[in-house]
Nanobody, 115 residues
Framework: QVQLQESGGGEVQAGKSLRISCAAS????????MAWYHQAPGKRREMVAL???????SYGDSVKGRFTIFRDNAANTVNLQMNNLKPEDTGVYYC?????????WGRGTQVTVSS
């Protein structure tokens, strides 16, 4: 079963930056829209950033202007640059296709933002 592997999480103070990465096969990135999903403690998982196959991006209102999703074709990764982090950004971040496929959910990467 193919999974997407997230990495790069950690604990940072509010206002700082963090970059997280998602590794998968080149085939998945080539044929799929890719997205990052955020699950805050006790809340539902929601999409925060979307990268379409054609290169267009879109973001949730809570992260717009602070987060950037981009692809590194050489490394076969989709990354999320998170700037000006806020405590409400705390949670587990997952990458998946969009629409998400159950078979691709990985363990995610934990991001903790302290005030």
């Amino acid at each position: 079963q193919v999974q997407l592997q997230e990495s790069g999480g950690g604990e940072v103070q509010a206002g700082k930056s963090l970059r997280i990465s998602c590794a998968a096969s080149a085939r998945i990135f080539k044929i799929s829209n890719m997205a990052w999903y955020h699950q805050a403690p006790g809340k539902r998982r929601e999409m925060v950033a979307l990268l379409r196959r054609g290169g267009d991006t879109s973001y949730g209102d809570s992260v717009k202007g602070r987060f950037t999703i981009f692809r590194d074709n050489a490394a076969n990764t989709v990354n999320l640059q998170m700037n000006n982090l806020k405590p409400e950004d705390t949670g587990v971040y997952y990458c998946n296709t969009y629409p998400a496929e159950i078979r691709y959910w990985g363990r995610g990467t934990q991001v903790t933002v302290s005030s």
